[in-house]
């Protein structure tokens, strides 16, 4: 890692970071691939404009472009850029598929059908779905904080759903990377290549010590 670590400008903080673009800075899974599909769909709908040489969906490129100067070769260029723009995209949520029928529960577990939620949740979903009391916090709570009240209640069906669409950490765990970064890496200790204490420093897996310690074979008395 090589980064000009000594500076004075501070890491921006998660919620003036994010504060732009989200106003109840709590995205979860389902916000995101929402605008990632959205904007795969737009993708998609450039490439057919393009393929027809309709710069509609560009305007600054629409000006300087008329029918003539749109050349063959020039469409390839915008379409391939465009593909590989969807590409890049996709990977984001790669199973997005399979967890298709989570997101529906977590939007709107009321008005979904029992054969529409896999089997081993059915029961619990058939007593959710009848349940009035729920009906009307559903209504007044927002989707995670709904989810976990009835935690307890329908458990299955709760974590299932809180497993997805648990808010995102945001900027913290970059956050809390650079503080690690910046202590271990001082100015007397410029040279030092620190992936591996930073990947010790990081793991949330707490070392096991004494089993280290008995995996040595010989002992150095202190002198």
Same mark, same amino acid.
């Given at each position: 890692m090589r980064l000009i670590f000594h500076t004075n400008v501070c890491w921006p903080s998660k919620g003036n970071m994010l504060g732009p673009f989200y106003k109840d800075k709590k995205p979860t899974i389902i916000v995101h691939s929402d605008a990632i599909r959205a904007f795969i769909g737009k993708v998609q709908v450039w490439k057919r404009r393009i393929l027809k040489k309709n710069t509609s969906s560009f305007p600054p490129l629409n000006e300087i472009l008329n029918e003539g100067s749109f050349s063959d070769s020039l469409k390839t260029e915008i379409k391939d850029h465009l593909k590989g723009l969807e590409n890049e995209f996709q990977p984001y949520f790669p199973r997005i598929g399979e967890r298709r029928f989570v997101f529906?529960?977590?939007?709107?577990?009321?008005?979904?059908?029992? %054969? %529409?939620?896999p089997e081993d949740l059915q029961e619990q979903f058939r007593e959710l779905k009848f349940n009035s009391v729920a009906k009307n916090y559903f209504t007044s709570l927002s989707m995670e904080k709904f989810w976990i009240k009835y935690l307890s209640v329908y458990q299955k069906i709760s974590q299932r759903i809180l497993q997805v669409i648990v808010p995102y950490s945001s900027t913290y765990l970059c956050e809390a990377g650079f503080s690690a970064f910046v202590g271990i890496k001082t100015k007397k200790r410029?040279?030092? %290549?620190?992936?591996? %204490?930073?990947?010790? +420093?990081?793991?949330? +897996?707490?070392?096991?010590i004494p089993r280290l310690v008995a995996q040595k074979s010989q002992y150095h008395s202190s002198h």
């Open positions: 529906s529960l977590a939007r709107n577990p009321l008005f979904l059908e029992v %054969d %529409d939620v410029n040279k030092l %290549d620190v992936t591996s %204490d930073l990947r010790c +420093t990081l793991n949330q +897996t707490p070392p096991n």
